[in-house]
């Protein structure tokens, strides 16, 4: 059974937006921490928004101000909402959930390695 699928990315023009989703079986959607990871060519993953069991989100300085992280209880779905995109959010992003014990739900505090449950991925690319 795969639990997290991600939909929602694709090609824009710098500045504009894109939604992705990712919906989760229901057990996984349980799970007390949730989050968005990029992988950007050439480099490792990383945290680009959290949000927590008490819908309290956090997100990498990189992208503050622009995307919003929440949370679709009634589709068990988590969102990314991304205005203003640029050039460097191009990426294959991922939606994570099931933390290690131990860990931080806090997107500047949690890493790759802190997290179970990883779904396949979408692209964004971002250019003119």
């Known amino acids: 059974q795969v639990s997290l699928v991600e939909s929602g990315g694709g090609s824009v023009q710098p500045g504009g937006s894109l939604r992705l989703s990712c919906t989760a079986s229901e057990s996984t959607y349980r799970s007390d921490c949730m989050a968005w990871f990029r992988q950007r060519p050439g480099r490792e993953r990383d945290g680009v928004a959290a949000?927590?069991?008490?819908?309290?989100?956090s997100y990498s300085e990189s992208v503050n101000g622009r995307f919003t992280i929440s949370k679709d209880n009634a589709e068990n779905t988590l969102i990314l909402q991304m205005n203003d995109l640029k050039p460097e959010d191009t990426a294959m992003y991922y939606c994570?959930?099931?933390?290690?014990?131990?860990?931080?739900?806090?997107?500047?505090?949690?890493?790759?390695?802190?997290?179970?449950?990883w779904g396949q991925g979408t692209q964004v690319t971002v250019s003119s």
């Open positions: 949000i927590n069991k008490y819908d309290s989100p």
């Open positions: 994570v959930a099931e933390l290690r014990d131990g860990g931080n739900c806090h997107i500047w505090l949690s890493g790759a390695s802190d997290f179970h449950t």
